[in-house]
């Protein structure tokens, strides 16, 4: 794994877990506080604002976390594999003559 996969996947391991701990925090549509600090302790560090910020927050490490998966998926993407296979038949693949049994082509010797 060369230093660019590396670089990207350890961003891509820190983003996940900002991103969990981002919804953990935050309070739900009912008004009930967040499992970490309750609504009080987070909404006195940025004032009232805090769902505001908290959102844009949250989907901007969103949008970051799809880049970053595409980007993992592209950089760990096999390349020796073709999506059209070879379109002439092998030697020892039976060919078919008439339609009734295929024929078995003979062995060639060195």
Request: glycine share 10%; charged share 15%; no cysteine.
């Amino acid at each position: 794994m060369g230093f660019f996969a590396g670089t990207i996947l350890t961003l891509f391991v820190l983003l996940s877990l900002f991103l969990i701990l981002l919804v953990m925090i935050q309070t739900g549509k009912g008004g009930s506080a967040g499992m970490l600090g309750g609504s009080t302790a987070s909404q006195s560090v940025f004032g009232a604002s805090t769902a505001d910020v908290m959102t844009k927050t949250t989907r901007v490490a969103a949008i970051l976390f799809i880049v970053l998966s595409l980007a993992l998926s592209f950089v760990f993407a096999k390349k020796d594999e073709v999506l059209v296979p070879d379109l002439e038949p092998s030697l020892e693949a039976p060919v078919e003559t008439d339609g009734t049994t295929p024929e078995v082509p003979a062995p060639s010797t060195p």
